[in-house]
């Protein structure tokens, strides 16, 4: 893997930081569009996945990865698709592990489906992972297999248990679905609280044309997620983050962090700390915006980073204030035509 990220101190200034203040320390990497389900919400059912030429290398992503550190990034998520379907990704894994050993990364984590945890927990840990999360949007086996289309409840149960044994802190994430999961918030914060997991909803998001529903008829406020948590729960506002969009707050019956993501009806851009690149080198400063910059080719067309650099620069100048997300029956196209699994979840 190539180590040599740092261009000279002149031209490195750190952090990163947009034009509205607001510092860049968290980076979304995404590894693959591939995944084993195919989630109602996510994606089409007969995806059209991009060629593997197009993807960066595992070195190529480790070149990435590591020149955002450079800049002052502090968490590195890495996201897919299901990131670990990609061949070799301990590699990554294990390279990027040096930053957390030097210091210079405060924390590295992954999202994903949970379907190969029982392969990798052990060495996740190993490589200094020790927090991840879990999309998981119900606890009924076939409503699983109908959500999404290809999965096994028991595949992702098994990889709970086998994470929560290598000593991995979980945190669920359900997407919240109008008229298909409401019946199981309280299930699922009890399940999660059970187990010391803590448990986030997520309102669903305008991205990518779907063969399904309509995001309007899966669209459930965070508002009704609450008051169906509230008949079972009191719930109190907490100060604690993770560095992300979540706000959470306490179940005094569990003692266990709730978790809620409102990127429509409370949008979290004013604080934004936010980027996400795509498995194909692909900058958005803004998961709600079509601008984007182009990272591949620099990276490619170089052997040193100092192009790659440049092009950091000029993309975070152009980090917008935030998103345009909407979700009505007047506006029935999604507020970007990517996929979330494109853009990295």
């Known amino acids: 893997m190539n180590a ?42 007969h995806m059209t996945f991009l060629p593997r030429r197009d993807l960066l290398t595992l070195e190529e992503l480790d070149r990435l990865c ?55 927990s052990d060495q996740l840990a190993d490589c200094g992972v020790r927090r991840i999360n879990v ?18 409840l028991s595949r992702v149960l098994a990889g709970l248990d086998a994470a929560l044994k290598a000593g991995l802190k979980v945190k669920l994430n359900a997407v919240a679905l109008k008229g298909v999961n409401e019946d199981e918030f309280v299930p699922l914060v009890r399940f999660a609280h059970e187990r010391g997991m803590d448990m986030t909803f997520i309102e669903v998001m305008p991205l990518g044309e779907l063969d399904g529903p309509a995001r309007v008829d899966q669209y459930l406020p965070m508002s009704a997620v609450r ?19 979540a706000r959470y707050m306490r179940a005094a019956e569990t003692g266990g962090r709730v978790g809620i993501i409102t990127p429509l009806t409370h949008n979290f851009c004013e604080s934004c700390n936010r980027v996400r690149v795509t498995c194909t080198g692909t900058l958005y400063m803004c998961l709600g915006q079509e601008d984007a910059a182009d990272l591949r080719a620099p990276l490619r067309d170089s052997a ?11 993309a975070i100048r152009r980090k917008p204030k935030g998103h345009d ?21």
């Open 4 to 45: 040599h990220s740092q261009p000279p101190a002149a031209t490195m200034p750190a952090p990163l930081v947009d034009p509205f203040g607001r510092a860049v320390s968290y980076v979304r990497v995404s590894v693959t569009d591939r995944c084993d389900f195919r989630c109602v919400y996510c994606m089409s059912e």
């Open 66 to 120: 590591s020149a955002f550190v450079a800049r002052g990034t502090k968490k590195l998520r890495i996201t897919g698709g299901e990131p670990l379907v990609r061949h070799d990704l301990m590699k990554l894994f294990r390279a990027l592990s040096r930053h957390l050993v030097s210091g210079a990364l405060e924390e590295l984590t992954l999202t994903t489906n949970g379907s190969q945890l029982a392969r990798f």
């Open 135 to 152: 999309s998981l949007d119900t606890l009924q086996p076939d409503r699983f297999r109908a959500l999404t289309r290809t999965g096994d």
């Open 227 to 245: 008051e169906r948590l509230g008949e079972a729960f009191t719930l109190d506002e907490i100060d604690y983050r993770t560095g992300g969009p």
């Open 304 to 314: 040193d980073d100092a192009l790659l650099h440049a092009a950091i620069e000029e």
């Open 325 to 345: 997300f909407i979700i009505d029956r007047a506006t029935q196209a999604p507020a970007v035509s990517r996929h979330m699994s494109t853009t990295g979840g």
